[in-house]
């Protein structure tokens, strides 16, 4: 399926959707903070990047304008899961392909990461 960046400082948050995602069918790769997700992305070109909003070093939306800023990496989705920030991100449509509050379902993110991957692969 698709390879998928998780950008989420909180390890236990981080390790959940790990095993959530690689149920699925779903390639992981997690980083704890926006900087060190933001060299997994462009290292590794992944279908998909998953960003909490409040991280050390860079946050969500920190890390979505700097992938939307390189010409190579600017079309990778990127899914905002935030709690208190999510009307920030919302008010950043250019950003995020996505914005889910935190918490949410296990079938509502599958659902949205469906959605938001669907035009990459028709």
Known sequence: ??????AEDEFLIAEVLK???EDAGHQVEAAAHGVAALA?????RPDLVLTDFMMPLMTGLELAQNIR????LANIPIILMSGAQASIGR???EAFNAVLEKPYNEARLLSTIEQVLKPQTT
């Open 91 to 93: 008010a950043h449509p």
């Open 19 to 21: 095993i959530m995602l």
């Open 69 to 72: 800023a390189n010409p190579t």
């Open 1 to 6: 399926m698709a390879l998928i960046v998780i």
């Open 40 to 44: 997994l992305v462009e290292q590794k």
